[in-house]
């Protein structure tokens, strides 16, 4: 068997934690990192000091992107650094006809959407958005029970998305609080609910209505013990009067959670190049909502009634699909961090005439509820040919969250609703039906 030969752009702290590990690992005799490409030569040496089998594999700078190519000959790119890079590196690789692997959010805008779906469909190689969410056994599941025609015709969703004021935090401290680099968080962190939604129901979007607001971070924010930009939790003067820090943390010294899947609240400078983690959530710089509540038309009739808190006391979402012959309704409620003890999630099936029923989840090890490993197999092993339904995503599939994202901001800037087609600038309709 050829091992496939990748290139790694952005190496980020998901891209050492998710890819490079488990390829030097479990996928080794598929996988060669035959090259690495960041803004930040501190990645490399960071990289190489946690994988000492990468040392010596060549690394480039963003400009370098053509003299990576034709030095190290890859078969596939695999983009994984801050958001607002994915779509060039994206697009770069479709023009040459090599495989794309792309986290998520695909994209970071409408226009960026256009041009990846145009160079898919001029290119010989294919674009997979690594949605792990829909690798969830709860969400494979409920995809099934869809299948299965227990909901029927779909009519509406109703997906209240919680995050608590650790984890919901950390999307402030970094580079993620900038809409120029992450799209602001209905793409960044939308994207993954919007994409679970399209991919369930199996409908496209077609329009968005929402309001937003900036409630709990930023300058405004009602809990900023001091108005003072350019802070850093780990040098604050002001910390120990700040609750969102000292919630998760102690007087005497820095603690961070047992569940620590965030893995990003860094309180001490990091040896990476003019980045810190640890920029405080009450800085003017923040130009993003924290809370969204928002209503979406789909093409086959579907409503979906979406929210989303990132200061929570606690985390997980609530959900329910209603259709012609039944509702589906589940509960998550993250066990780490929560400060009272939590039941294990369930479905529940109601019919639309009849008894409930409760359906029970085999709990899988790994990310995101167990979808990282199912994901990384599809990703690197090729689809498992014992599923029966498609779920690698692929550029439609990134562009529809992507593009309902920015629908969402945008509704709230002009508070008007917003046609999702019309996002795909240049105005000439590219189309995003299709997977
Ligand atoms: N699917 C998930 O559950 C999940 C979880 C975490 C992160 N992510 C995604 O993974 C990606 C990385 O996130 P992270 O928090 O690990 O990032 P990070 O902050 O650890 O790293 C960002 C990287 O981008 C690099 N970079 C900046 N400009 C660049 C350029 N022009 N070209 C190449 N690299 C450049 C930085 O130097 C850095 O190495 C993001 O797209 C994020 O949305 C997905």
Redesign the pocket.
Known sequence: MTKKRYVI??????????FIRNMLDTFQAYCEIVGL????P??FRNCFAKFPALSGKPVY??DQFDQMIQETKPDVIL????????A??IVKGLERNLDVI????MVTTGADCKRVLDAQAASHGRLYV????RYSPVHTRIKELILEGRVGRITSVDLNWYLDTYHGASYFK???RKRSH?GGLSI?KST?HFDLVNWWIDQVPLEAFSYGALHYYGAEGELNPAKEDGRFCGTCRVKPACTYAMRWSSRSKETVPADDHVG?IEVKPSS??G?R?DACIFDSEIDIEDTYTAVVKYDRGALLSYSVNFSLPYEGYRLAINGTKGRLETMEMVSGRASFEVPPQTIDYYPLFGGKETIHVVPRPG??GGG?PLLLEDLFLGPDPLRSYDILAGAAAGARSVLTGEAVWKSVRTGKPVRIEELLVPSEPTGIGGG
């Open positions: 752009c952005g190496v980020s702290a998901r891209a050492n934690g998710m490409l960041d803004a930040d501190a990645r700078r963003p983009v994984a650094g801050a958001d607002h890079t994915h060039d590196y792309s986290e998520k959010p690594a949605f792990n969410y970094r580079w993620n992450s960044h993954h990003q990476y190049t980045y983690a990310g995101h990282d």
